[in-house]
T-cell receptor, first 113, second 115 residues
Framework: AAGVIQSPRHLIKEKRETATLKCYPI?????VYWYQQGPGQDPQFLIS???????DKGSIPDRFSAQQFSDYHSELNMSSLELGDSALYFC????????????FGQGTRLTVV | AQKVTQAQTEISVVEKEDVTLDCVYE???????LFWYKQPPSGELVFLIR??????QNEISGRYSWNFQKSTSSFNFTITASQVVDSAVYFC????????????FGSGTRLQVQP
């Protein structure tokens, strides 16, 4: 079965650079979520989209932005990267109705040096 | 606001022991969903179970079982006859129906199963 695809899997950036993470949800899932998991932490909700519109916002820094495109893939853009942005970034997708299981991608490990 | 508490930071057991991971939640919604995820050392988040607030039936899946009690706002997870491959961080999470639909995670319980 198709799963949530995230790219890249690993990314190394320098401070003050920008990074773009991509997420391809499971087909026919209309909701996408982004989470950030710092070392030894639990995943923290950043932002979500439903049918290409932002549906909720969590603890996303102003330096970050995200969007969902017409083909339902989503991108998380991070600018002016800081050392503290080093984390595992997960994308999850789920159907809005029904069971609402959130299926997670394998994550992108971002290291800021 | 919603909250999930996993009071056990780390548990260490010997293979074949049974182990229970505790989860206590807070929410104002009457309709909500509870989840357990496993995060092995490789880092991915593996979905284990979802329960909605109207279904208090306990569930068993192989060596895994879950006990949901609304009266105590708890959703505990038991692994029977633990195996080394069960070593991972386990997260309990909550999704609200009318509040925040994104998952609110507990801080996780690291389970170490020694051979």
């Amino acid at each position: 079965a198709a799963g949530v695809i995230q790219s890249p899997r690993h990314l190394i950036k320098e401070k003050r650079e920008t990074a773009t993470l991509k997420c391809y949800p499971i087909p026919r899932h209309d909701t996408v979520y982004w989470y950030q998991q710092g070392p030894g932490q639990d995943p923290q909700f950043l932002i979500s989209f439903y049918e290409k519109m932002q549906s909720d916002k969590g603890s996303i820094p102003d330096r970050f932005s995200a969007q969902q495109f017409s083909d339902y893939h989503s991108e998380l853009n991070m600018s002016s990267l800081e050392l503290g942005d080093s984390a595992l970034y997960f994308c999850a997708s789920s159907p809005e109705t029904g069971g609402r299981e959130a299926f997670f991608g394998q994550g992108t490990r971002l290291t800021v040096v | 606001a919603q909250k999930v508490t996993q009071a056990q930071t780390e548990i260490s057991v010997v293979e074949k022991e049974d182990v229970t991971l505790d989860c206590v939640y807070e929410t104002r919604d009457t309709t909500y969903y509870l989840f357990w995820y496993k995060q092995p050392p490789s880092g991915e988040l593996v979905f284990l179970i979802r329960r909605n607030s109207f279904d208090e039936q306990n569930e068993i899946s192989g060596r895994y079982s879950w006990n949901f009690q609304k009266s105590t706002s708890s959703f505990n997870f038991t692994i029977t006859a633990s195996q080394v491959v069960d070593s991972a961080v386990y997260f309990c999470a909550l999704s609200e129906d009318t509040g925040r639909r994104a998952l609110t995670f507990g801080s996780g319980t690291r389970l170490q199963v020694q051979p």
